[in-house]
């Protein structure tokens, strides 16, 4: 409601009208007002006129007027109002003793007595009080700055505006936020007020002052009749909502009634400057409250009329009149808002609104279905799961970055329950991961209402228009908006394409310059001089401390600590950092760099890997905070000197312009389901050479959001035997988290294909075998293939229950041989899911097995210890997870080896690098492959993400496009901007 609004509103309430006389005590005005067309706040006098006093014709004959602000019940009342608010103060940072509460006042002149004044007052309480001092003539948009910068300002919790009357605008006034405008004066705040609801708003200080003095007049205050002169503005609304509340009548001068004239109780003056007080408006005991300035001179005025006389008395500033009282009061606003601010930072209980679905038959497309649900305002998602606004940054209408601030907030909520999705090994059939993630997350929230989140990871632009399509899930269990979802997203990818690539020129250019220049022509332009200065920048002098050189004098080095410093020495056939693009482009797998002739003949042999694969995407999904991204991505190994050295990112000087790439990227972006339950999509890094799932800090802010009784659901990249491994043995590591149920997807179709089911290519109708019952290959594909990934799970110490993806061709009998044989292999359930026919209500079985799995003990443990040889590591996982007999290491591998261990890299997890479409290294090999050895043909090291992969076959790190690729079927409608065919 506007003020506007407030104001007409207040008017219209049933007050009497009072006839003002011809004749009239004139009150000398005093200083102007600091609140909109009203009073400062700081308010001078309470006192009472006489009875009739005839013949009086000056101060010192007529008696003194019972002034309550220089007698002990002022003292008192401030006195008590200061102790309270010390009281509260005690209690607030008894929780929070690093909270110091601070009132801003911004003014517009040099004029500091109101300032010191509330300063006084904030010391007796202990408050910090800062100021911010305008010129006289500011301009509207200078003060809102300058609110803008206290509004963002954390430490700020008070912000008083001690401004002219033309300077206090509407606009300036609902600038301030409502939650740091301890004077009350917003049009929310005065809004809440007029409406009762106090709850979040705050009362004017002076408002509050002038009903402390009535409260103590010898009048009770029900039924009382005040005279209010002037008051239009905030102040005035307040005043008479407040005096309204406590059962006065409230009458104004500008509506006079000769009935009423001598029934006023109370005279408050809020206008400022000269005003006419008709002596017939006061009575004997009348008590009169002028709200002028409370930094005037002492002096003495006498008013005289009519045989009733008022006087006037001023003493100054010194604890005398409502200035103080006022200051008083608007310190306990300050505490409160302090005491609000606090309980704000506490864990809110979320009040999530679930999203309707009506599921169709047949299914529709994933798009149409993603188009026919009307998403909810992110904004709205992210208060509903107890998101402060502070922490949200939105990107459009239905996504947006969450801050980490969030982390620090919440770090003493216990985490909830932390599910990891992993399936069987993969089939060209598909097993619907990232479904059963959405479909599960929507039965515990909107089903079972109970707080869940999903993690899922960003899809690579090079699948989504290659041949896979994109990863939003599928029908009724899909992220929403999906064309957002599969497309740039937030811009995280590119962001890293940005930071890889600037990695990838800093090296090329440096090994130019080295090999072009002398070592003082390099030193000089390395270490210029800026303003006849020179000097280190923090990252040199980083590199200067690892080679042991502690002079921070550039002058100083000797020319054998220049040349140290100058030459990386890289060695180009060593360099193991290539160049990315989010794309499928198999022609970029080996190219040709520095054949213009600019280059002076220094060409070499390179590659591109699609971005996902970058060392950068994989330190983003392990990184738990933005200064260990920072050190991370220093600490990446770009290539070798000559003399064998490793050489980083920091050697480079480029880890700073990285960090300030990717500090956007290191927030994860919030999105929702169909049925409105919310999803952080964050990081992607490839599966095969990495880690293969999202990020460590989706995950942390998550477990924080959902609270101890809620569900975190994530995903592991391809079969258990790769994602969840890596998801245990590396991200749990760097986590400290530890999962409490593994849900273990498989589908009849792929079971049996494990179980000896015929191979099925693209574009080829899918053999009899997949669509007609077939007992027996399915209970082969259970008996080989599922058996062993809940086995896997098992290595680990965590409970299993089966998730059985149901399609329209399973029968009853499939389904049921599933469930009984996975319980039969040691999983705690078993169960079929319909999520992609009905959403979250096709998996409200899985979600109740998944909160029975949850309430067990987990024996979490991992598979290796960091102290275990590089070798051992990468036999255990042969062994136990593969079934490998035993690895064979080449040559070049065990030179590796042996390098990384003399490096001090032996502690570092492994993460193997292997075809997902085999327990084995052999893609053609279905079930549950024995009898092999597992070669080891080569084994490099991810140091900024920290963990070393041995490659088994073949890798290639850059896809290709097939024949037709997804993009033929995608296009975009220029009128309306829909998207078709993206599924």
């Known amino acids: 409601m506007r003020l506007s609004t407030l104001r007409h509103a207040c008017r219209n309430l049933p007050t009497p009208s009072v006839h003002q006389p011809r004749t009239g005590v004139r009150v000398f005005g005093l200083a102007k007002s600091s609140l909109p067309l009203g009073p400062s706040s700081n308010s ?58 601070t009132l801003a006042i911004i003014q517009a002149d040099e004029d500091d007595r109101l300032l ?28 809102i700055e300058e609110v803008l910068k206290l509004n963002e300002d954390p430490r700020v919790h008070g912000v008083y505006l001690h401004l002219p009357p033309a300077s206090l605008t509407s606009r300036v006034l609902n600038t301030l936020r409502p939650e740091k405008d301890v004077d009350g004066v917003s049009d929310l705040n005065v809004g809440r007020l007029v409406r009762g609801d106090m709850n979040q708003g705050f009362i004017p200080p002076l408002a509050n002052a002038v009903m402390e003095l009535l409260a103590r007049h010898d009048t009770p205050m029900e039924g009382r009749i005040v005279l209010v002169v002037g ?7 307040a005043l008479q909502c407040l005096m309204q509340r406590r059962g006065m009548v409230v009458l104004h001068s500008r509506r006079s009634s000769e009935v009423l004239q001598k029934q ?23 008590a009169v409250i002028h709200c002028g300035s409370a930094l005037m001179t002492g002096r003495t005025d006498l008013c005289q009329s009519g045989g009733n006389i008022a006087i006037i008395e001023d003493h100054g500033m010194e604890m005398s009149g409502v200035g103080p009282l006022t200051a008083a009061l608007r310190m306990q606003n300050v505490v409160q808002s302090s005491s609000r601010w606090a309980q704000g930072q506490q864990y809110r209980p979320w009040t999530l609104r679930s999203l309707k679905l009506q599921p169709l038959s047949p299914v529709p497309s994933d798009i149409e279905i993603s188009r026919a649900q009307t998403p909810k305002p992110v904004d709205q998602l992210a208060q509903e799961i107890g998101l402060l606004q502070e922490e949200t940054e939105a990107y459009g209408r239905t996504k947006a970055k969450v801050r980490l601030s969030l982390l620090d907030r919440l770090r003493e909520q216990p985490d909830g329950k932390y599910v990891l999705v992993a399936g069987i090994t993969p089939t060209p059939l598909g097993e619907g991961k990232s479904t059963v993630v959405i479909g599960l997350v929507q039965a515990l929230s909107a089903h079972l209402k109970l707080n869940s989140f999903a993690c899922l990871r960003q899809p690579s632009q090079g699948p989504t228009f290659g041949v896979k399509g994109g990863a939003a899930g599928g029908g009724y269990a899909q992220v929403i908006p999906m064309e957002e979802f599969n497309l740039h997203l937030t811009g995280d990818i590119h962001a890293i394409t940005a930071a890889n690539n600037l990695v990838a020129a800093a090296i090329d250019a440096r090994m130019l310059h080295e090999a072009t220049q002398k070592d003082k022509a390099l030193y000089s332009r390395l270490v210029p001089s800026v303003n006849g200065v020179r000097r280190f920048s923090p990252i040199q002098i980083s590199r200067l401390r690892r080679l042991g050189i502690s002079e921070i004098d550039p002058s100083a080095l000797t020319p054998q600590e ?46 591109f890997d699609i971005a996902v694969a970058s060392e950068i995407m994989a330190i983003l999904a392990l990184a738990d905070g933005l200064g260990d991204m920072k050190t991370r991505l220093g600490r990446m190994v770009v290539g070798s000197s000559r003399s064998g050295q490793p050489v980083t990112a920091e050697d480079l000087g480029v880890s700073g312009a990285l960090a300030v790439l990717m500090k956007d990227a290191i927030k994860p972006t919030l999105m929702q389901t169909l049925e409105g339950s919310p999803v952080f999509v964050h990081a992607g890094p490839f599966a095969n050479i990495a880690h293969g799932n999202s990020s460590v800090l989706a995950d942390k802010l998550a477990l924080k959001l959902v609270g101890e009784d809620g569900f975190v659901v994530t995903e592991a990249g391809f079969g258990a035997d790769i ?172 030179a590796k080896i042996d390098y990384y261990n003399q490096q001090g890299y032996g502690k570092l997890p492994i993460c193997m690098a292997k075809t997902h479409l085999s327990l084995s290294h052999m893609p053609e090999k279905k079930g549950t492959p024995t009898g092999f050895t597992l070669p080891i043909r080569d084994i490099r090291a991810s140091i900024g993400a ?22 033929y079927d995608i296009d975009l409608d220029p009128v309306t901007e829909e998207i078709t065919g993206l599924f």
């Open 723 to 894: 994602g969840m491994e890596k998801f245990f043995n590396i991200k749990c590591r760097a986590s400290g988290l530890r999962p409490n149920v593994v849900v273990l997807v498989a589908t009849v179709r792929a079971l049996k294909m494990h179980g000896g089911g015929p191979n099925v290519s693209a574009g080829s109708p899918l053999p009899r075998e997949y669509i007609d019952e077939n007992l027996s290959l399915v209970g082969k594909g259970c008996s080989s293939n599922l058996r062993k990934q809940i086995q896997i799970a098992h290595l680990f110490g965590v409970p299993v229950v089966v998730a059985l993806n149901v399609f329209k061709t399973d029968t009853q009998a499939e389904i049921d041989l599933v469930c009984q044989m996975a319980k039969e292999s040691g999983a705690s359930d078993a169960v079929p899911c319909h999520h992609w026919a009905r959403g979250g209500r096709g998996s409200v079985e899985l979600a109740q097995a998944v909160k029975q799995a949850g309430s067990q003990p987990s024996h979490f443990q991992f598979l290796y210890s960091q102290e275990t040889p590089i070798v051992e590591k990468i036999r255990m996982i042969a062994q136990k997870v593969y079934g490998a007999d035993d690895i064979e290491l080449s040559p070049e591998a065990q």
């Open 562 to 607: 220049v040349s140290s410093f100058v030459r990386l020495d890289l060695d180009p056939a060593k360099v193991t950092w290539q160049r990315v693009v989010d794309t499928n482009d198999r022609f970029l797998r080996k190219i040709t760099v520095g054949q213009a002739s600019t280059e002076k003949g220094h060409v070499r042999e390179t590659q």
């Open 264 to 286: 006023a109780n109370a005279v408050v003056l809020l206008a400022a400057g000269h005003m006419d007080v008709p002596p017939t408006w006061l009575r004997p005991g009348t």
């Open 44 to 101: 001078q006098l309470l006192l009472r006129a006489a009875s009739s006093v005839s013949g009086t014709t000056s101060a010192e004959k007529a008696p003194k007027l019972g002034k309550q602000t220089d007698g002990p019940g002022y003292e008192n009342t401030i006195r008590e109002n200061v102790q309270r608010t010390k009281e509260e103060m005690v209690a607030l940072q008894r929780g929070h003793p690093a909270l110091k509460p």
């Open 116 to 143: 010191e004044l509330n300063k006084k007052m904030a010391g007796k309480i202990g408050l910090n009080v800062t100021q911010i001092c305008l010129p006289r003539e500011c301009t509207e948009d200078e003060i």
């Open 231 to 237: 008051g239009e503005g905030p102040l005035g609304v």
């Open 946 to 967: 920290g963990f070393i992969y041995p490659l088994v076959g073949t890798m290639s790190t850059m896809p290709g496009l097939p024949t037709r690729p997804c993009f």
